[in-house]
């Protein structure tokens, strides 16, 4: 019998899973994919919203303005790189110019500091390359950026650290009211009784909380494209520049990243299927087209990679976060779509709540908050580098070129914690295949890595999931006329 099971582990999960982890609960995770952060949580803007933008009373805008403020120190202490760089919501059309007046006022009932607008010449001075037909702004001095997988890594390792159990490659096939109370969560590897469930699922959240729950939820998977610049890129601005608003979101954003690249999008599609992450011509050029409508000369022949993420949208339009009333100890975080990232913090800290007062949980003695990330050796000074080159030589082979990623920093992401086993979570730890080549160069140096540490053959050595796999076998290609005759014998 498990105190808790939390169904997902990407951020939402993780940081509930952190939060609950502070308390004497024998806690599990499930996780239908390989690692951790393999889904929504992988594939968005990575920006920690002010949250001027939810309708005041909402959960978005009550959970997103608490986790922006908790954002600060739950990166310190996880030792994640986070950046306050303002954000801008730039207004090219006079007819609209209202939009950014009602956005200032919903910013500050729903709690956001240091908002203002800014007109034409500040805007100018603020971003250089802001589009000729911007004229004004709302100017979020509060709004960050953040690395979304680095932050869901880094609280899933604290949790798993402090106690919290991970189950991999576990998906969840049923789940039922248990007779004696709480819940039977099947999955292929047997049944689990859990005194209480937190539904983390994300796009299949919905699925989960209808199997306990006569009030129906309905979550649409809304696809979102985008490009990512070189760094060459990365200075093109300084804020995060959002369009104005619509129904369907925020709108395409231009935006530097915490790793100093430049980042476009998203689009937003509503689709039917929940794992269709494809990106489309049509999409990556709407992209382009309405990133160009904010930010000028955007230099798009340095895109090195585009990709696509699902939100869930759930039909209310609002977070859904809680016990239904008729399935208690079953607690949603269901349409956490944006601002979730943002959310997350507090999010986290309020299921953990309502858990610790289910299940009357007493806190324990000794729990550690704080965890260091994997050292990137690329930010060392030469005499640093060299103190940590004497204590492991692994550091001073460089095995990613584009990123400076050397051997001993995939080591380290092997083997600590929920280490990586697929070159996808060596790169959402490292970075080692993010950079201008995309593992051109590097994927060979990574999965030898893979094979030797983990004391697998390289036809197990995959990209991602268990179905990825990147040899798929030998096969012998003589070279001299003998050795051909002698094959075609």
């Not at 520049?241 to 689009?267: A, C, D, E, W, Y």
């Not at 004497?390 to 001993?408: D, H, L, M, V």
């Not at 914690?417 to 996808?424: F, I, K, M, Q, V």
Request: net charge negative; with cysteine.
């Amino acid at each position: 019998m498990k105190d808790v099971v939390i169904v997902g582990a990407g951020v939402i999960g993780c940081a509930v899973a952190r939060e609950l982890s502070r308390y004497r609960l024998n806690v599990c995770v499930l996780e239908a994919s390989e690692d951790v952060c393999t889904g929504t949580s992988k594939a968005n803007s990575g920006i920690v919203h002010a949250g001027f933008d939810a309708p005041a009373g909402s959960n978005k805008a009550r959970f997103n303005v608490l986790g922006s403020r908790m954002m600060p120190e739950i990166t310190k202490d996880l030792d994640v790189p986070f950046r306050r760089n303002g954000a801008l919501v730039v207004c090219t059309d006079a007819s609209q110019r209202s939009g950014l007046d009602e956005l200032l006022e919903r910013g500050r009932k729903n709690g956001v500091e240091n908002l203002r607008i800014v007109e034409r010449d500040e805007l100018k001075s603020l971003e250089p390359n802001i589009s000729d037909n911007a004229f004004a702004a709302l100017y979020a001095s509060d709004s960050g950026i953040i690395c979304p997988f680095k932050l869901t890594i880094a609280m899933a390792e604290n949790a798993n650290t402090n106690g919290v159990e991970f189950r991999f490659n576990t998906p969840v096939t049923d789940i039922c009211k248990n007779a004696d109370g709480g819940y039977i969560v099947r999955t292929p590897d047997g049944e689990i009784a859990a005194r209480c469930v937190v539904n983390a699922a994300g796009v299949y959240a919905a699925e989960l909380h209808n199997k306990v729950s006569a009030k129906k939820l309905h979550i649409t998977p809304r696809r979102g494209e985008y490009c990512l610049l070189d760094k060459a890129a990365g200075n093109h601005v300084n804020s995060t520049v959002f369009s104005q608003p619509t129904r369907m979101g925020k709108g395409i954003l231009v935006t530097p990243t915490v790793h100093g690249n430049l980042l476009i999008g998203p689009t937003a599609e509503d689709i039917g299927d929940p794992e269709n992450t494809a990106t489309t011509r049509e999409g990556l050029e709407k992209v382009i087209a309405g990133a160009g409508m904010s930010v000028s000369n955007i230099p798009v022949r340095q895109v090195i990679t585009s990709f696509a993420g699902l939100r869930a949208h759930e039909d209310g339009h609002d977070f859904v976060i809680g016990e239904p009333d008729d399935a208690p100890g079953f607690i949603d975080c269901a349409g956490i779509e944006s601002p979730g990232l943002s959310a997350a913090p507090a999010i986290g800290g309020h299921v953990a709540e309502l858990v610790r007062a289910i299940l009357h949980a007493d806190k324990k003695e000794a729990w550690n908050g704080c965890r260091k990330d994997i050292v990137a050796t690329a930010s060392l000074s030469a005499a640093e580098h060299d103190a940590l080159i004497k204590q492991n030589p692994a550091y001073g082979t460089i095995i990613c070129r584009c990123e400076s990623i050397t051997e001993g920093e995939i080591l380290d992401a092997i083997h600590r914690p929920l280490g990586a086993r697929t070159l996808d979570g060596i790169k959402r730890r490292t970075r080692a295949g993010m950079g201008r080549c995309q593992s051109g160069f590097c994927m060979h140096r990574v999965m030898a890595i893979l094979q030797r540490e983990l004391g697998i053959p390289m036809e197990e050595v995959c990209k991602s999931g268990s179905d990825s796999h990147i040899v798929l076998g030998e096969r012998f290609y003589p070279h001299s006329t003998n050795e051909r005759q002698k094959t075609n014998d």
